[in-house]
């Protein structure tokens, strides 16, 4: 009976077989990872794309509601406007909160007149897709000549 006999060359070839499949393995998980990272980046990228645009909004609030400080009564509540739409926009919103907080007066030594400083504060809400939100607070002075009001 003859005994078989193996020479190295074959045990060399399965060798290579198995080691070139754990570098596929490994290779094919860093492309998966790679590809999972990219789609986080872009999500990340997006929203905060979504959280400049409220912050926008909020800011455009401010600024629409600065011209209609004469309209704010001079009491303790507060005017709430909106929800408002940016223009030109389709999903991004603002909301504002103005208030009177008092008023004083200035330029006391002046013999022309006496200037009244009339404060307000403004708060402004905006809003984005995937509820993204910013809150921009704005203090403001509206000054007018006069005595002050009893």
Avoid: C, W
């Avoid at 990219?38 to 990228?45: D, G, K, Q």
């Avoid at 709430?80 to 006391?108: F, I, K, L, R």
């Avoid at 809003?127 to 939100?133: D, E, K, L, P, V």
């Amino acid at each position: 009976m003859k005994i078989p006999t193996y020479s190295p060359g074959r045990r060399q070839r399965g060798a290579a077989l198995v080691i070139g499949l754990i570098l596929l393995v490994i290779l094919t998980l860093l492309a998966i990872s790679g590809m999972n990272t990219s789609s986080t980046e872009l999500v990340m990228a997006g929203n905060e794309q979504y959280r400049l645009n409220a912050a926008q909004a909020s800011a455009t609030g401010v600024e629409e509601a600065l011209p209609a400080l004469s309209t704010v009564p001079q009491t303790a509540v507060p005017v709430v406007v909106g929800p408002a739409n940016v223009p030109g926009s389709a999903s991004d919103q603002y909301q504002t909160s103005s208030q009177y907080m008092g008023d004083s007066t200035v330029a006391d030594g002046y013999s022309f007149k006496k200037f009244v400083t009339y404060h307000y504060e403004i708060t402004s809400t905006g809003t984005s897709s995937r509820n993204a939100q910013a809150v921009t607070t704005q203090g403001a002075y509206v000054i007018q000549a006069g005595a002050k009001a009893p």
